[in-house]
């Protein structure tokens, strides 16, 4: 058999070579319809059509590219968000202060920017500094409502990411300063900037040296105190916009903290700040519903709180009635309306300050013996029956950690699913914390340093479980609920304990200076006007320590809010209250260019 068949390359015989024909009719059929102009257009034709297209797309240069790029349904900027962005990219050029209200937006704001120049591709490169508490909320605000997608640092091999939020406690320390500081960003983004106003800090030198071609500024407060801290800030931004220091201060500072020249500084402040107001009648919130209740206190509780009341009026005399003697005493006068756990904690750590023979460890220990007999509290089972009432979703509010562990307990021995949120837990548990209240937890309970920065629209139904002091701090934790985005009006319960000097300072703040239906900045101005000499806290304080009596306590806290009432009254007849116009804060409402 042979083994190479016919036409193998083992056989030596040729096939003959066969021509290959194509078909090329198709293509002459082809030619003769484009020159003929049949049924397809001209080449050229074409070509200068899809030019036109592709043109039509391309929208004017000041349009704002990212909103089409936006995820559906997670975010829609408001007008002054959209308007604050397009301010800062074509006339500020990526370098400004956002100094809005609280509760108005500015992250919002700052999302829009980056992602603007992220769509122009101008911004790879971005480096996002905030208070450790606010990492997770921003890198979720920033891939979920602008799809950004942001890490939050972690690790030193973290920062080779493109957007990295991270503490700016973290930033500034090494190894992580010196990674930071031999990279160029960018943009860089800084929330709670309040906190650079002064130059000789840390975090102040740390954003100096920091390379960036684009920066903002994120605070509700740039001025507070001094108009050298507005300097400071716009010279982080754009060094020698005012001058040197020398020349700001011949040219602009009357004082410390009044400004000359006005009109002029307003003009240059324009140029790099934006501040939007709740009162400018543009925004639209919701109402705020305050109810005010009155706890009865048991007579263990009332004994426990004329015991410390006393307790605390003896040091204070003793003391001479120096004030900042005895800020532990003042806490614990404070706490007595919060709750026994509370005030237990301060007394036991009191004792351990004192020497063993002291006379004061055994009025302390009497104190101790009075908490040992009350077996109720009234304002958590007052509470208690807030919460069954509403079938909703609540937030609790309470100054000190001993009654946030209280209240943990007692809903939990009810049945009653609760989380906490306090400044002491690191960023995984307090995001995990918020997502439980989001979704299982009928009850968050707060600190006043957990209840910075959070953002609660979803929660319209809000408790003051004791009241600071400070009606400043009253007003931040009910802006933590009524904000922007809030979609229902917000239910406000303010628990005061009769007989006590809380239910005074409800009086004062709800019946005289009607503090709950202000808006933030109208209240910055009246306290900036009363608290020339004495802040209100303090004034709180000597009133309780040196009056003889319950009377003499109401009589004093009426002509204190008659004080503020004036004031009030006073600035709403010449306007200056709807502008927030005291000299300092007026700087802010900077002029439209």
């Given amino acids: 058999m042979n083994p190479h068949p016919p036409g193998s390359a083992g056989n030596s015989a040729k096939l003959p070579a066969v021509p290959v024909q194509f078909d090329r009719s198709w293509y002459d059929d082809l030619e003769a319809k484009l020159n ?24 004017s240069f000041e349009d704002m590219l990212c909103l089409k790029h936006l995820p559906e349904e997670q975010v829609t900027p408001l007008p002054h968000q959209t308007e604050t962005a397009r301010k800062v990219l074509f006339e500020m050029r990526g370098r400004a202060i956002l100094a809005d209200e609280v509760g108005l937006g500015k992250t919002i704001e700052a999302g829009l920017i980056l992602k603007e ?47 990295v939020v991270a503490s700016m406690d973290t930033a500034k320390r090494d190894p992580h300063k010196e990674i930071l500081l031999g990279n160029e960003y960018d943009m860089v983004i800084v929330d709670e900037a309040h906190k650079l106003k002064n130059k000789k800090t840390t975090n102040y030198q740390f954003m100096l040296k920091l390379r ?32 040197g220091q020398n020349d700001f201060a011949s040219n602009f500072v009357f004082d410390k903290r009044i400004p000359k020249n006005e009109s002029q500084l307003k003009g240059e402040l ?24 009155h706890v009865e206190l048991s007579p263990e509780e009332m004994k426990l709180y004329d015991g410390v009341t006393s307790f605390v009026k003896d040091q204070y005399h003793a003391a001479g009635g120096d004030l900042n003697s005895m800020l532990s005493l003042v806490t614990l006068q404070r706490e007595v309306c919060s709750s026994r756990d509370a005030v237990f904690v301060t007394l036991v750590n009191l004792s351990k300050k004192l020497a063993p023979d002291s006379p004061l460890r055994d009025k302390i220990w009497d ?20 919460i069954r009432g509403m079938d909703d979703k609540v937030i609790v509010f309470t100054e000190y950690r001993a009654t946030q562990e209280y209240l943990l307990n007692y809903f939990r021995d009810r049945n009653m699913t609760a989380v906490p949120y306090r400044g002491g837990m690191n960023r995984g548990k307090k995001d995990w914390m918020m997502d439980l209240f989001r979704g299982r937890a009928q009850v968050m309970i707060a600190t006043e340093a957990g209840g910075e920065g959070i953002n609660l629209q979803f929660c319209h139904q809000m408790i003051n479980f004791d009241l600071p002091w400070n009606p400043m701090r009253v007003e931040q934790r009910i802006g933590r609920v009524h904000r922007l985005g809030q ?16 239910e005074h300072i409800l009086n004062l703040l709800h019946e005289k200076i009607n503090m709950f239906e202000m808006v933030i900045g109208q209240l910055d101005v009246i306290l900036e006007r009363f608290e020339k000499s004495d802040s209100l806290e303090k004034s709180l ?27 009030r009254t006073e600035l709403d007849e010449s306007g200056e209250n709807s502008a927030q116009n005291s000299r300092l804060q007026q700087l802010l409402e900077v002029d439209e260019a």
């Fill in 367 to 386: 104190l101790v013996g009075i908490i040992k007999t009350i077996k109720a509290n009234s304002k958590a089972e007052k509470a208690m029956e807030l």
């Fill in 487 to 502: 979609q229902n009006d917000v239910q406000i319960y303010n628990l005061s304990t009769k007989g006590t000097i809380e």
């Fill in 270 to 293: 324009a140029k790099i700040m934006i501040r939007n107001r709740r009162g400018d009648g543009e925004l639209e919130f919701t109402k705020r519903i305050v109810k005010n209740i």
């Fill in 117 to 163: 120049y992220i769509v122009r591709g101008l911004v790879r490169k971005v480096l996002i500094l905030v208070p450790a508490s606010l990492v997770l909320q921003w890198v979720r605000e920033l891939n979920q409502k602008f799809a950004i997608p942001a890490v939050a640092q972690k690790k030193e091999y973290s920062w080779q990411n493109d957007v």
């Fill in 541 to 567: 304080y000597k009133i309780l320590l040196e009056s003889g009596s319950n009377d003499e306590i109401a009589s004093r806290v009426d002509s204190l809010g008659q004080s503020l009432h004036s004031i």
């Fill in 36 to 59: 003929k102009g049949g049924p397809w257009d001209d080449w050229k034709l074409f070509n200068l059509a899809g030019q036109a297209e592709a043109a039509s797309l391309v929208t």
């Fill in 212 to 243: 960036k071609k684009y920066c903002l500024l994120l605070t509700a407060t740039p001025v507070q105190n001094d108009l050298s801290e507005l300097f400071n800030l716009i010279t982080l931004l754009k060094p020698g916009q005012l001058g």
